[in-house]
């Protein structure tokens, strides 16, 4: 048998090797210099006076307020859009109404709005010599230069990510799982947490991640409410893009490098709970 | 238990999905719906099973108006087209689900749940899936899970739509008489909605026959087939 020559068919999907490589060297190339060189880069830096001149300038005060900022600016601003994207998407998903399309764009616009646009706009609103803001200043809740401004700004920056990944999710499920949970005498509310919130749970995981990294990593709405007082109001990015200015590389990078696996560790924990939950996922059509 | 239907309509917009319509059905019948699709019976299953509201008439059970009753209060056995089974829950918690969904002081206790879950795995004959997700079931299996769901909450009827419609034809067979026997042993008011006219012509006690949101003929299969009574009716039944 073996003298007869099988000839090699191709797939009808599969490109010629020379294709192949080719396409494979440029995704490798693009990924290598756009993503993993700057994240060397970054360690590099933050590493290139050894690990105490690292270590030490995170033990700055400045930087210590910084990390503390950001996490907490994080802390208000992703559990508040969290519940106002499932809100949105069991909205605009579960009921039928005028303007649908209307409240989709809507929904969309902070991420076609430029961020120092939307910082501005926090600031007319809510500045001390806005109306509103003259009253709250006066009163003493500073909105703008304050915690409050900050938080409002990564609000709507982030504000889409979490409807945009429910959204697409609770169509494809349709109404049919909760319709059958109203007929076996559920109510409403237990409706929506025995059926409808465990089948969006990944898809809800993956915006909130998302929403958080951006929460992070917001520099132009912050920049311009946060008024960047060292200290008080500089957040991570804000305090890193400062030391570089003043060729403080080291202490920039350092942080930079802080604020890098903040967000690698969110991956890590996304895949973490992907490993731990295989055979849910595997039961459920998708994740 | 007794459903009778007095001139329902139904509105979508400006489209009119069902004409007022008038339909008995006696206690403890089978009955199929029975049209092609866009004849509104659907709509009238849905309206009976309280997850649509009709634009005008009236809906009663054993005389009793129910028109206005939610869908939680009807207690009605609803089998959904596609299953509509939990993905994330096992076979047992999705046919417990009723039972756990009751106000505390009418939800049987833990053990007495079990039981019941077990009894409608034996009646609908898999006994052995209760720790299997929906996704690992076959079509079939599915049907069957989900009418032993509907069942558990004690339903005063069963509304079925379209339950054999994702099945190929052996396990079709298998399922209409499954579903008869299931019918003959509750002895619960059934009405399940088809465009397969051998299905309800073989299954149904009575056979309502629907296009364009009217009811066209309503009656025995033998009669219908010996006796159309209008043009539709002939083309559909010999098609």
């Given at each position: 048998m073996s003298d007869i020559a099988h000839p090699r068919f191709r797939a009808a999907t599969e490109e010629p090797p020379l294709a192949r490589w080719a396409l494979i060297g440029i995704a490798a190339l693009g990924l290598g210099l756009l993503v993993f060189a700057p994240l060397?880069?970054?360690?590099?830096?933050?590493?290139?006076?050894?690990?105490?001149?690292?270590?030490?300038?995170l033990g700055n005060r400045d930087a210590l307020a910084a990390i503390r900022l950001t996490l907490t600016i994080a802390a208000i601003s992703v559990p508040l859009n969290a519940a106002f994207g499932i809100a949105a998407a069991w909205f605009i998903t579960k009921f039928d109404f005028r303007g649908k399309?209307?409240?989709?764009?809507?929904i969309d616009l902070p991420f076609s709005v430029s961020p120092v646009v939307a910082g501005l706009c926090i600031?007319?609103?809510?500045?001390a010599n806005s109306w509103a803001g003259g009253w709250l200043v006066a009163n003493g809740y500073p909105i703008v230069f304050a915690l409050p401004g900050i938080a409002l700004a990564t609000m709507f920056v982030t504000l889409p990510f979490v409807a945009r990944e429910l959204i697409p999710v609770m169509i494809e499920q349709?109404?049919?799982e909760e319709e059958a949970a109203l007929t076996l005498g559920a109510s409403g509310f237990r409706t929506f947490?025995?059926?409808?919130?465990?089948?969006?749970?990944?898809?809800?995981?993956y915006g909130v991640l998302l929403c958080n990294a951006r929460a992070m990593g917001e520099f132009g709405a912050v920049a311009v409410v946060s008024g960047k007082i060292r200290g008080q109001t500089a957040t991570m990015p804000i305090?890193?893009?400062?030391?570089?200015?003043?060729?403080?590389s080291v202490a920039a990078f350092s942080l930079a490098a802080v604020l890098t696996l903040l967000a690698l560790v969110t991956l890590l924990l996304k895949t973490a709970l992907e490993i731990r939950h295989a055979d849910q996922l595997a039961s459920s059509r998708r994740h | 238990m007794h459903i009778q239907i007095d001139e329902i309509s139904k509105q979508f917009g400006a489209t009119a999905a069902l004409h007022p319509v008038s339909l008995a059905i006696p206690s403890g019948a089978l009955v199929a719906l029975l049209g092609p699709s866009g004849s509104g019976k659907t709509t009238l299953l849905r309206i009976l099973g309280g997850l649509e509201f009709p634009t005008s008439g009236r809906v009663l059970f054993d005389g009793q108006d129910a028109t206005g009753l939610t869908v939680q209060a009807r207690r009605a056995g609803f089998v959904f087209q596609?299953?509509?089974?939990?993905?994330?829950?096992?076979?047992?918690?999705?046919?417990?689900y009723g039972l756990k969904a009751r106000p505390r002081a009418s939800r049987p206790p833990k053990a007495e749940i079990a039981r019941r879950v077990q009894k409608l795995l034996d009646l609908i004959q898999l006994p052995g899936i209760g720790a299997r997700y929906p996704g690992q079931l076959s079509g079939g299996q599915r049907q069957r899970v989900a009418l032993a769901r509907a069942l558990a909450i004690e339903p005063r009827m069963l509304l079925l739509d379209e339950p054999f419609g994702a099945l190929d034809a052996k396990v079709r067979k298998e399922l209409r008489q499954g579903l008869r026997d299931i019918h003959d042993e509750t002895g619960l008011t059934t009405v399940f909605v088809t465009h397969d006219q051998d299905e309800a012509m073989e299954l149904a006690d009575l056979v309502v026959v629907m296009s364009m949101g009217r009811i066209e003929q309503i009656g025995k299969p033998a009669d219908i087939r010996a006796r159309p009574a209008t043009q539709f009716v002939r083309d559909f039944i010999s098609a």
């Open positions: 060397i880069v970054v360690f590099a830096e933050a590493l290139a006076q050894g690990w105490l001149a690292a270590v030490k300038s399309a209307f409240l989709i764009t809507l600031v007319l609103m809510f500045g349709g109404r049919a947490w025995t059926v409808t919130l465990p089948n969006i749970r990944w898809a809800l995981l305090t890193i893009e400062m030391l570089y200015n003043e060729y403080l | 596609s299953y509509a089974l939990f993905r994330h829950m096992t076979v047992f918690e999705n046919i417990a």
